[in-house]
Nanobody, 126 residues
């Protein structure tokens, strides 16, 4: 069973930056897909970015060019660098993982992932 713990959330002004981290523990998968999602209470989780074990990355149109997903395999940690942040980026952010590759068309779909972190809150003021 894989455990995911997010950190790095907080408050930032519009145009600012935050870096989220997701530490994975409990099991090591040779092939995997890892994603970042965000959610406002009462709405569906929105896929923001994903990365697989081969280093391939996917981004939603709403964050493309502003957010970067990355990883440090030695630390079993994944990151979401968020730059040029906007008030609409304000959400609870979750990291998620699946212990196998996910088809490209599903990598930003929450149902494709089996392990989830507890979330970290991000607030952006205008």
């Amino acid at each position: 069973h894989l455990q995911l713990v997010e950190s790095g959330g907080g408050s930032v002004q519009s145009g600012g930056s935050l870096r989220l981290s997701c530490a994975a523990a409990g099991y090591t998968y040779s092939r995997y897909c890892m994603g970042w999602f965000r959610q406002v209470a009462g709405y569906e989780r929105e896929g923001v970015a994903a990365i697989d074990s081969d280093g391939n990355k996917s981004y939603s149109d709403s964050v493309k060019g502003r957010f970067i997903i990355d990883r440090d395999n030695a630390k079993n940690t994944f990151y979401l660098q968020m730059d040029s942040m906007k008030p609409e980026d304000k959400d609870m952010y979750y990291c998620a993982a699946r212990g196998e590759l996910v088809g490209w068309e599903y990598r930003l779909s929450s149902w494709a992932y089996e392990f989830w972190g507890q979330g970290t809150q991000v607030t952006v003021s205008s």
